[in-house]
T-cell receptor, first 112, second 115 residues
Framework: QQQVKQSPQSLIVQKGGIPIINCAYE??????FPWYQQFPGKGPALLIA?????SEKKEGRFTISFNKSAKQFSLHIMDSQPGDSATYFC???????????FGTGTRLKVLA | DTGVSQDPRHKITKRGQNVTFRCDPI?????LYWYRQTLGQGPEFLTY????????KSRLLSDRFSAERPKGSFSTLEIQRTEQGDSAMYLC?????????????FGEGSRLTVL
């Protein structure tokens, strides 16, 4: 129940494409769902986050879609750029602890 | 630089040795977290502090691991009698707790290699 399942494991898109990364969770007590971006040799950095009271959130080129009934959420990157090439992690937390349970990550490569 | 600072960034040690990592969180962040990340995996929660109190420890944190945050500021993570399976990136993160948005601010990590 504590797992967050993330797919795909890796993704290659052309510049300008729209990569989509999916995550699913089981624990209905989770109430905060962030996406983190990590470059090699660096720590993860917050990209965008959503709470279950909304179904979609956009920040710049990044959009989270959230389906509470299906217990799924996804990240869409519009007009992807080579600089977006990184590993993306979804996560979930609850009960105000902000103790994240992370997905296994998606390695994204955007071709120029 | 006012971000989360971790030291050392890299540590190579022989099996059986003890190692200690230090984390300096963002000033005035009352929560501090330790995570472990192995190659190709997401970070795994180890433990977290609110001020100087250690509120939760993962089952991943065996008896060989100990973490402290003595004055509610910096924290140390010690691994005794290291094993090759301890090789990983140890990430520290901080947050302002209930006063924040939920974001954890991560440091760049301390990479441990056990030979």
């Amino acid at each position: 129940q504590q797992q967050v399942k993330q797919s795909p494991q890796s993704l290659i898109v052309q510049k300008g494409g729209i990569p989509i990364i999916n995550c699913a969770y089981e624990n209905t007590a989770f109430d905060y769902f962030p996406w983190y971006q990590q470059f090699p040799g660096k720590g993860p950095a917050l990209l965008i986050a959503i709470r279950p009271d909304v179904s979609e959130k956009k920040e710049g080129r990044f959009t989270i879609s959230f389906n509470k009934s299906a217990k799924q959420f996804s990240l869409h990157i519009m007009d992807s750029q080579p600089g977006d090439s990184a590993t993306y992690f979804c996560a979930a937390s609850g009960s105000g602890t902000y103790k994240y349970i992370f997905g296994t990550g998606t390695r994204l490569k955007v071709l120029a | 630089d006012t971000g989360v600072s971790q030291d050392p960034r890299h540590k190579i040690t022989k099996r059986g040795q003890n190692v200690t990592f230090r984390c300096d969180p963002i000033s005035e962040h009352n929560r501090l977290y330790w995570y472990r990340q192995t190659l190709g995996q997401g970070p795994e929660f180890l433990t977290y502090f609110q001020n100087e109190a250690q509120l939760e420890k993962s089952r991943l944190l065996s008896d060989r691991f100990s973490a402290e945050r003595p004055k509610g500021s910096f924290s140390t993570l010690e691994i005794q009698r290291t094993e090759q399976g301890d090789s990983a990136m140890y990430l520290c993160a901080s947050s302002p707790g209930d006063r924040g948005t939920g974001e954890l601010f991560f440091g760049e990590g301390s990479r441990l290699t056990v030979l």
